[in-house]
């Protein structure tokens, strides 16, 4: 555990200095106390465990929670550090995708504990702390399930893959051409497919391609490009192991 990673993101400094002695006995840790700091962060490094607080001033947690799950190239889980006690602000938390959620004032057993677990399990299993709801769209899968049996459903998203496998070989070497034109209708192409399919994560990252490509920010296009490719094996992984095709 020793060789684990964790970013903490606190803009208080006592909560910030406590969180840091406890993680400090367990695995290594960096910290920051911005939500702009914490996206930046994880598009350069993979961590293990994130832990954010939800109260952070100008872009809160919950906003970059998300800007992480939609920006970053790795995956990993997100546990909220919170003052808010109530059951519904924590199920609402949950739902949004974050792993676990600790209330302050932070119980050093009861976190060291909720930290322990994390960080024991396998990148496999971490991988299924993303946001399900946010992979797939119950919705749209429903919604196209009552028209087509689940072979032929599963046969549809399985062509969805190959052909953003082929767009995504397109999309590489027009970045390397800085072909334009051809980065903008190969991410409309993968904006389209993906909300037809209810990929919704693929849908948001394309989306921010899309508009990289227009205003020719290159670095930033090529980190969303990674980015995108990451949730394409995430994607997959996600239809692989569910069983929404036997429903």
Not at 144 to 173: A, G, H, V, W
Not at 174 to 192: M, P, R
Request: hydrophobic residues 40%; contains cysteine; glycine residues 2%.
């Amino acid at each position: 555990m020793k060789t684990k990673k964790v970013l903490i993101v606190d803009a208080n400094d006592m909560n910030r200095r406590l969180i840091e002695n406890l993680i400090e006995q367990l695995c290594g840790f960096e910290s920051v106390k911005t939500g702009f700091e914490a996206v930046e962060k994880t598009s350069q490094v993979a961590f293990d465990l994130i832990l954010m607080d939800i109260q952070l001033p100008v872009m809160d947690g919950m906003t970059t929670a998300k800007a992480i799950w939609r920006k970053s190239p790795y995956r990993c889980p997100i546990i909220a550090v919170s003052n808010f006690s109530e059951e519904n602000s924590r199920k609402c938390l949950l739902e949004m995708g974050f792993h676990d959620v600790i209330s302050k004032p932070i119980r050093p057993k009861h976190f060291l504990e909720a930290v322990s677990d994390i960080l024991s399990c396998t990148d496999d299993e971490k991988l299924s702390f993303h946001d399900s709801p946010e992979i797939l769209d119950k919705t749209v899968f429903n919604q196209l399930s009552k028209f087509n049996p689940p072979t032929t459903l599963r046969s549809l998203y399985i062509d969805f893959i190959e052909e953003l496998d082929q767009l995504m070989s397109l999309i590489e070497k027009a970045l390397k051409e800085k072909d334009k034109q051809s980065l903008i209708e190969n991410f409309h192409t993968i904006k389209g497919n993906s909300g037809t399919f209810g990929a919704k994560t693929i849908f948001t990252i394309s989306s921010d391609a899309d508009l990289q490509a227009r205003a020719e920010e290159w670095d930033s296009l090529e980190s969303t490009i990674k980015t995108l490719k990451n949730e394409r094996v995430i994607f997959k992984k996600y239809l692989e192991e569910e069983t929404i095709f036997n429903s």
